[in-house]
């Protein structure tokens, strides 16, 4: 049956295959490329892998294969249905479990077999011990270090405006095409502002830089906006996905806050803006603590600078400050996890499978996973663990530090007070209540209470709760005499208060450190269980980058700590690492023009995609390292490209051939990310508070459960009272300030795929559903917006109302409205205030008049259409 | 056969090579939708709607008579007992003041302060024996909505959309009625989505306009206002569109704000109960201050059901149930409030032939002491160690009692049905496997029972 089923699917394809490619004679079934990847997927683990050879079979070359196991050679070459491997498989024996080879596979299998079951290699007389690579994997490209191409020649020089255009024209040429002609300037100046700032540019500097006909005039802008604050902001939310930041532990349903995260984040706009070389940023996010000493007391600016940006390594899901989790479990997850970002962030590799196997697809062996394992392990030690309230590091000075001592004392020694008094108050509470029992019972009830709960004898137990209103105790004694009770804690509240108000403001630092001289072994798990360890491993990197990356030393006897982490930055960031500066680029490259060179930016293996001009990557590559690690200037060459200067519109020669423009003969249009949509509106509105850094805005759920920006303030029964009371402009901060609750994402950005943070994000999606439509037409926060763009443009535009229409049209999109659009814009208010005027509705003392509220409409409209929410 | 084969190795790498390319894990996460499940095992509920009566309703006073309660009025107690406040507390026995009968064909006996119920009797089964446990409001609202006495779960409803989806894609799949009297004291939780993704959060139907917000404009936007900028926004998108041809996310943005008005109108018609009958509005006790309210939303939630919900809840106020003083007053008029319209709701169903498809639930978080809670106002304090609650349709007996407390109404001692045996119980009726439904958490899959070994109680099921 199942042959019957892959035969007849097979001569489909093979139909429509021969239909579509010419026939090579590089055709043949390979061992090599071909079969031993199938084999490693689905066989490997039982039958080569693990010490233990299922049935004393070891498939992983051909001559185990010819050799056989308990039950004789498993391929008779040249005869399938002869061989025992063929056999298992079309009988569905083998692999056993739900995961089968796909007809595809199996053909494979069988051509390969038929043809004489050769290798194009000879293999050698007996297998080396540990994982060992074909030369096809280890010639993968993204484990060949990085080669500047030379430039290709292209016909039209003219275009030529810098080397990228030279990589993706010269594609172009071949294809018979070439670039779509530049953008107009207006587009390409909103384009430019949300690429660098996400945000809008103002008319001012649109008019400006459309009527500017100086050849430097986009060049000036480029380096205007790249030296705005705004840039770190923009780009740090970029770097914050594959770090997967968050102001949460997530895990547990309680999602504890982690007040202090919120310095990690600031590190990283602040070292965007600065442009703090890349392989610095790298190093520091990575070792910054290797870089300083221990203790981290009293640390200066610049130290607690660099200790802060070891918050890279804090961001992974953390239940082990919770009470109700396994340990043991919670612990592992982390170090998993952490070892998740590392890895697709910096290497854009995913080297979590190998954590129980050898990974079925890339070159990564088990005993590389718990080689990168054993380079953390030293500070995330499961057996030396830091819960939470461990990895903060106090910012006071000395003299800080004694003032908090002594404000303690004195809080303790009201506390005492207090406790006295209370017990005072009990014990007066129980003499009445025992005053008011039969006379007989009142000493028996005195000696009972007295006597230790323990201790009390069946009588007693008994009286007691035949009289339960004699258990008054702390707890409870407001429940006897409430007014008292209120009084008396309001007396101590303002005594502990104003205690409280001489002690200086928590300064913490939330980062990662190593005990010195604690470096834990690091051994391989069995199928990744930690309650099985096998052989103990030494830190290092990948095997299969050998000769790229450094050694790592277990213990550098220069280091009061391991040095591991260090040393694995450093050859990270000696610039012959293949990945990390490959990786970068197309991060950037990806932010740039809405998909990478690599679309799958965490994933370069072989489950990911290839590159589209993997020689450009390697140009970019080798440029980035050259030119010092600046992403400015990273920035600066791809945004002076022709290339990215490209109109976005579509036309029907370059559809045809490109559909999915993977040549890049065209700009992409794209949707705004989540945080940009508020922060443009926020922006264009005219409320956008410009405070940069500090604590996270928090946000809680409002009266329905949507998550708002606010201290969702609620009374003694739950009942929501307000959010935002008392916050000033907090609300009003751009998104990258607003606190990342792993389990309350915001109301307003979740809706249109905001980053996921378990443990990070990668790659975002960009969906379009009713539910973001619904927040545009109804949500509270895009009306309120809309009436503040609707005040500003009045108050900027005078009476008249077309030049408020037309203001508004600037505001939000930054060009000048057409006339037919500014008498549309009009009309529409019009006869929306009439319908107001009309309206039934209750109205309110301070509602807004109709002719108000038509002009909101009217900038609703603007900020819920395509040409606020996308980019051309 | 093999000979038969005969395919060269150009078609068998190509095959091998277009398979790869398919196989490939997709570049964007997983996303979740609303549309219908299967469900694991043919369902007998399709619907669920949640009377939940937060506070705790006395079942010595409602749903358990205790005639020994009675014989014993006004002694002492002692027994080994939890209160929850100790100052009022008192160990003295207190009987219903209320008349227990034998009800319907089945001859459930049920309190004189439920004469609706009573009419209803045969069509539902009484649970005597239900078990939190965990003596506050707060813990045992969790246990009974979301599975565990801890926050930050799933809610059941939240579950069975993400296991189910829902039947109308243009109304949520889960809805929550709230009380004008506010929410119940857990607030939102009890209906966050807790892990799950956010679409399987319950939406609010509020007691005032806008009914569902985003889902609904405010008032001054309803109508004309709103479908003029609707025109005027499709007018923009669609010159904007023009101009940038072949951009097809544009025209599905477009679209999506046309399905978002759609939703709207649906939403609207839903609740909008002017065109049911005079005798439906009465049934509901529309026609009677002290039920209006609450009927009105029994009714809506008949409406969502019959227009494919799969779940509501409906509230009754903060603390509604919670009679630690003033019984004799305030729980006839829980009752009052309630009762009627909850029959009717059972009623409606039946003859609108859903009955059989949705699941009614009527019932708290905990039940109450069969002591005196202040003696100089009386009351009961809080019981989560046996207590009662009712459900009818979707896959239960009619006319059926189910389990029973001690002599004096205190604890469960037969046939006790914990909160993960319920759980366990709904998930069957809805043809879900309580051990497949789950979610990947840090920890392990998450699930509504997470590893409480529940089971189903065939018992009731019909």
New interface residues.
């Given amino acids: 049956m199942i042959r019957r089923l892959w035969t007849c699917s097979a001569l489909v394809l093979l139909a429509a295959a021969a239909e579509c490619r010419p026939a090579r004679a590089a055709d043949e079934v390979r061992y090599e490329t071909h079969v031993r990847p199938i084999l490693k997927a689905h066989c490997f683990l039982c039958h080569g892998e693990e010490d233990e050879h299922q049935g004393n079979l070891d498939l992983r070359w051909v001559k185990g294969m010819l050799a056989g196991g308990d039950s004789g050679p498993v391929v008779s070459p040249g005869d399938p249905d002869a061989s025992l491997i063929w056999q298992r498989i079309t009988a569905g024996e083998m692999p056993p479990g739900d995961k089968k080879l796909s007809n595809a596979e199996a053909a494979v299998i069988r051509t390969w077999i038929e043809q004489g079951a050769g290798t194009v290699r000879p293999e050698p007389d007996r297998l080396p011990e540990g994982p060992h690579w074909t030369e096809e994997e280890r010639n993968y490209w993204a484990f060949q270090p990085v080669k500047r191409p030379p430039l290709p020649v292209v016909r039209d020089e003219g275009l030529a405006a810098n080397p990228i255009d030279r990589f993706i024209l010269a594609e172009l040429e071949e294809n018979g095409s070439g670039f779509s002609p530049p953008a107009p300037a207006e587009t390409l100046i909103r384009r430019l502002s949300f690429d660098l700032l996400g945000l809008p540019p103002s008319p001012e500097s649109v008019e400006r830089f459309c009527c500017d006909p100086s050849p430097a005039a986009w060049s000036l802008l480029v380096d205007r906006l790249l030296a705005s604050p705004e840039y770190g902001e923009r780009w740090a939310r970029h770097w914050l996905d594959p770090a997967g930041y968050a102001d949460s532990d997530g895990y547990t349903e309680d999602d504890p806050r982690r007040p202090w995260a919120f310095r990690y984040r600031d590190y990283v706009i602040r070292s965007l803006n600065a442009d703090k070389p890349f392989d610095q940023f790298v190093v520091e996010q990575l070792a910054g603590d290797e870089l300083l000493s221990p203790p981290y007391a009293h640390l200066d600016g610049p130290s607690a600078e660099i200790l802060a940006a070891t918050g890279f390594l804090r961001t992974a899901p953390d239940g082990t400050g919770e009470g109700g989790v396994d340990q043991a479990t919670a612990r592992n997850d982390v170090v998993a996890e952490t070892i998740k970002i590392v890895s697709t962030a910096f290497l854009g590799l995913t080297v979590g499978c190998a954590q129980c196997h050898d990974h079925r697809y890339d070159p990564i062996s088990q005993e590389d996973y718990y080689r990168l394992r054993a380079l953390f392990e030293p500070a995330l030690d499961p057996n030396n663990w830091k819960k939470p309230a461990a990895r903060l590091v106090s910012l006071w000075s000395q003299q800080e530090e004694e003032q908090a001592a002594q404000v303690d004392a004195e809080i303790r020694e009201i506390e005492g007070r207090r406790v006295a008094e209370l017990d005072g108050i009990v014990a007066e509470i129980f003499e009445r209540e025992v005053a008011a029992l039969d006379l007989e019972l009142q000493g028996a009830a005195r000696f009972a209470k007295a006597t230790p709960e323990a201790d009390r004898t069946p009588e007693q137990q008994q009286l007691l709760k035949e009289y339960p209103s004699l258990n008054v105790d702390r707890g409870s004694a407001y429940l006897y005499e409430q007014q008292r009770l209120k009084d008396f804690n309001k007396k101590y509240e303002d005594q502990n208060a104003q205690t409280k108000a001489r002690r200086p403001p928590e300064q913490m630092l939330a980062c990662l450190f190593e005990t010195p001289g604690q470096i834990p072994p690091t051994a391989v798990f069995y199928r990744g269980n930690p309650s099985q360890p096998k052989q103990e491993v030494s830190p290092g990197e990948l095997g299969i980058l050998a000769g790229q990356v450094a050694e790592i030393p277990s213990d550098d006897p220069a280091l009061p700590t391991s040095g591991r982490r260090l040393a694995f930055a450093r050859s990270l960031t000696s610039g012959r690492h293949p990945l990390l500066a490959r990786v970068i680029v197309n991060r950037v490259w990806m932010h740039h023009f809405g998909k990478g060179l690599v679309a799958s930016p965490g994933d370069f293996g072989k489950l990911g995609q290839p590159p589209t001009h993997p020689e450009l990557l390697d140009y970019l590559a080798d440029e980035f390292v050259h030119s010092g690690w600046s992403l400015k200037s990273l920035h600066r060459l791809i945004l002076t490209s022709h290339c990215w200067r490209q109109s976005s519109l579509r036309s029907e020669e370059r559809e045809t051939a490109d559909p999915d423009n993977r040549m890049l003969g065209r700009m992409n249009v794209r949707r705004l990310e989540a945080e940009a949509i508020r922060d443009a509106m926020l922006d264009v509105s005219g409320t956008r508070c410009g405070k940069m850094y500090g604590p996270a805005v928090g946000v809680a759920p409002d009266e329905v459960g949507q998550i708002v920006v606010g201290a969702g303030m609620r009374d003694g029964n739950g009942i929501f009272i307000g959010t935002a009371d008392g916050m000033g402009g907090e609300p009003f901060r751009r998104s990258v300030y607003v606190e990342v609750r792993r389990s309350m994402p915001l109301g307003v950005l979740e809706p249109f795929d905001v980053a996921a943070t378990t443990p990070n994000c990668e790659l975002r999606t960009t969906s379009t559903s009713p539910v973001q439509s619904l927040l545009l037409m109804n949500g509270s926060f895009v009306r309120s917006q809309a009436a503040s763009l609707a005040r500003r443009a009045a108050s900027e535009a005078g009476d008249d109302l077309e030049g408020q229409v037309e203001r508004a049209w600037r505001l939000a999109f930054g060009s000048r409205p057409s006339e037919a659009e500014t008498a549309a814009g009009a009309a529409y208010v019009q006869s929306q205030k009439a319908r107001y005027e009309a309206s039934t509705a209750e109205k309110k003392e301070h509602d807004p008049t109709p002719a108000e509220r038509a002009l909101a409409s009217y900038c609703q409209a603007l900020l819920s259409s395509n040409r606020f929410l996308y980019v051309d | 056969?093999?000979q038969?084969?005969g395919?060269?190795?150009?078609?068998?790498?190509?095959?091998?090579a277009?398979?790869q390319a398919r196989?490939?894990?997709p570049?964007?996460?997983p996303?979740y939708d609303l549309r219908p499940k299967p469900p694991v095992h043919p369902p007998k509920a399709r619907a669920m709607i949640s009377l939940f009566m937060q506070g705790g309703p006395s079942h010595v006073d409602l749903f358990d008579p205790k005639p020994e309660l009675t014989r014993r009025h006004m002694t002492?107690f002692?027994g080994?007992?939890k209160?929850d406040?100790?100052?009022?507390?008192?160990?003295k026995l207190f009987g219903s003041p209320w008349k227990f009968a034998p009800r319907g064909q089945c001859g459930m006996e049920l309190s004189e302060l439920l004469p609706g119920l009573a009419e209803v009797a045969d069509d539902v089964t009484l649970i005597r024996s239900m078990h939190t446990g965990v003596n506050n409001h707060g813990q045992s609202l969790y246990a009974m909505n979301s599975g565990r006495i801890?926050?930050?779960?799933p809610a059941v409803g939240s579950w069975l959309t993400y296991g189910l989806g829902t039947e109308s894609q243009d109304l949520p799949a889960y809805v929550v009625l709230?009380d004008p009297g506010?929410?119940?004291?857990?607030?939102?939780e009890m209906?966050?989505n807790?892990?799950l993704p956010?679409?399987f959060?319950?939406?609010?139907v509020?007691p005032r306009e806008?009914r569902i917000?985003?889902?609904?404009?405010?008032?001054?936007?309803?109508g004309?206002?709103?479908d003029?900028?609707?025109e005027?926004?499709g007018?923009?998108?669609r010159e904007?569109?023009s101009e940038?041809?072949?951009?097809t996310?544009?025209a599905?943005?477009?679209a999506?704000?046309e399905?978002?008005a759609r939703?709207?109108t649906a939403a609207k018609e839903a609740l909008d109960l002017s065109s049911e009958s005079q005798a439906v509005h009465r049934m509901y006790g529309l026609d009677d201050e002290a039920t209006r309210e609450y009927g009105s939303r029994c009714l809506i939630a008949r409406r969502l059901v019959e227009r494919g919900v799969r779940y509501v809840q409906v509230f009754t106020q903060?603390?509604a149930w919670d009679h630690h003083g003033a019984i004799a007053k305030a729980l006839p008029s829980a009752c009052r409030k309630t009762d009627r319209p909850a029959a009717a709701l059972v009623r409606d169903l039946k003859s609108l032939g859903l009955l059989q498809s949705t699941l009614v639930h009527w019932g708290g978080e905990m039940g109450r002491l069969p002591v005196i809670q202040n003696e100089k106002n009386i009351g009961r304090d809080h019981n989560t160690y046996g207590f009662s609650m009712w459900l009818a349709g979707g896959g239960v007996k009619g006319g059926c009692v189910y389990g029973k407390t001690d002599e004096l109404g205190h604890k469960a001692v037969e046939d006790v049905v914990n909160h993960y045996d319920y759980h366990a119980t709904l998930l069957h009726l809805f043809g879900l496997d309580p051990a497949t439904l789950t979610f990947a958490r840090?920890?392990?899959a998450g699930s509504l029972l997470d590893g409480q070994a529940g089971r189903v109680v065939n018992g009731i099921l019909a």
């Fill in positions: 056969l093999g038969g084969f395919l060269g190795s150009l078609a068998v790498l190509s095959l091998l277009e398979e196989a490939k894990p570049l964007e996460r996303a002492t002692t080994d007992i209160y406040n100790a100052a009022e507390s008192s160990p801890t926050n930050g779960r709230t506010g929410l119940p004291v857990t607030g939102t209906f966050s807790g892990w956010s679409i959060q319950g939406t609010v509020r806008p917000l985003n889902l609904e404009p405010p008032p001054v936007e309803a004309a206002p709103q003029e900028y609707l005027f926004l007018q923009l998108n904007h569109a940038r041809p072949g951009e996310d544009l599905a943005r477009i999506s704000f399905l978002a939703m709207q903060t603390q840090p920890g392990g």
